[in-house]
């Protein structure tokens, strides 16, 4: 199965959430695995939609768990159900990744099918305030300090993986925001080839749940690089 199954992780989605599902069967994928990671109950017509459609499957938590543990539940629906698929692609639910940035990255994942294909943002934008990119910069400068892998945007959610890789995945600690970079770290660990695509400008939608996304305070994700490089060289 060569067309990818994409797993979007999402927490009190916004009401464009069912526009962009739809949107999104209209390029070259397989399913789309939703994961509603405990969202309040006035969300769940939202999810009964999406439920009703074509090529989609919406998994629940029944209580918020965190972005890193939606992703492994959706790893492991994948693993049950569509084990000999390809690769599997993560999306954002919050509004940071366009239609043309996913279909961007299912055509790179033609090119570098061996390994995680990260979809780097641009954080030189209006939406972002400059202290949050000057530490994105330095997020990405200490990360190739203390692991010798220059990554851009650790933070990422948009990443193509394949699906030999989730074994090891579903067992990679994690269950917030810090599974993006641990995930990286333990990519680097075992020499999986890691690619990284320009795609469009980082953003932050209002009304969104911020530590949702994949914008996060860029003191966390130190704390996190640090403390990965402290597990790494045990």
């Known amino acids: ?32 695995v939703v994961v509603n990671d405990g969202s309040d109950s006035k969300y769940q017509p939202i999810f009964q939609e999406i439920s009703a459609m074509n090529q989609c499957m919406v998994l629940h938590h029944d ?9 492994k539940t959706g790893f492991g629906y994948v693993l049950n159900h569509f084990p000999k698929s390809h690769s599997v692609l993560t ?26 294909i990260l979809g780097v943002r641009n954080f030189r934008s209006k939406d972002l305030s400059f202290m949050n990119t000057i530490g994105q910069q330095a997020a990405s400068w200490l ?8 990554i ?9 993986i394949p699906t030999k890789e989730l074994p ?8 917030s925001y810090d599974y993006d970079i641990n995930m990286l770290v333990e990519a680097i660990k075992r020499k ?8 469009g400008r980082a953003k932050i939608k209002k009304n969104s ?26």
Do not use: C
Request: glycine content about 6%.
């Open 152 to 160: 851009l945007d650790t933070q990422t959610g948009l990443r193509s």
């Open 209 to 234: 749940i911020i530590h949702y996304d994949e914008i996060v305070s860029t003191q966390k994700i130190i704390h996190q690089i640090i403390a990965n490089f402290t597990k790494y060289n045990k």
């Open 1 to 32: 199965m060569e067309r990818p199954i994409v797993i979007i992780p999402t927490l009190n989605p916004l009401p464009t959430f069912v526009h962009y599902i739809n949107t999104l069967l209209e390029l070259d994928i397989h399913q789309i």
């Open 192 to 199: 999986i080839p890691i690619y990284e695509i320009p795609i």
């Open 143 to 150: 990360f190739q300090l203390l692991f010798h892998r220059r």
């Open 91 to 116: 999306v954002g639910a919050h509004g940071q990744h366009t239609i043309d940035d996913v279909n961007l990255i299912l055509q790179k994942m033609k090119l570098f099918s061996d390994g995680i």
């Open 63 to 71: 209580e918020n768990k965190g972005k890193g543990r939606a992703l």
């Open 168 to 175: 090891w995945l579903m067992k990679v600690p994690g269950n």
